[in-house]
């Protein structure tokens, strides 16, 4: 899914180029495989941001024509993947202040799917 969106993709690249790839000839090749996964993992709290305004119905549109949206987006991405590392000179506010996201669980909602009686009691 991250993939899909070209604005993560656009951002994600331009963080990447600007934070990561300077420092490449530095790095193991197990050290990059860290720090993508450490990416990724923080990209995924912004799709489900209210404010990111994901469809999964359009992922691979883009909200270029809506400033507001894509403003707000690259401010998301930003926030998750640079604030509170001091090595990085971007002023960035935490992301919790950006967005009303709240980590969920598939067991707060409440889809009748097969076993569904099994998997509540769980």
Request: proline content about 5%.
């Amino acid at each position: 899914m991250v993939i899909d969106s070209p604005d993560v993709c656009e951002q994600f690249v331009k963080i990447w180029s600007e934070d990561v790839i300077p420092n490449l000839d530095k790095m193991n090749v197990e050290h990059v495989i860290q720090k993508t996964r450490e990416c990724l993992r923080k990209i995924y709290p912004v799709l489900y941001a209210d404010e990111f305004g994901l469809n999964l119905h359009k992922i691979t549109e883009s909200a270029i024509a809506d400033q507001y949206t894509m403003r707000k987006r690259e401010e998301l991405i930003n926030s998750a993947l640079r604030h509170g590392n001091p090595a990085i000179k971007v002023v960035t506010q935490p992301i919790e202040q950006l967005s009303s996201f709240r980590p969920f669980t598939i067991r707060e909602n409440d889809f009748d799917v097969w076993y569904s009686q099994t998997a509540k009691n769980d």
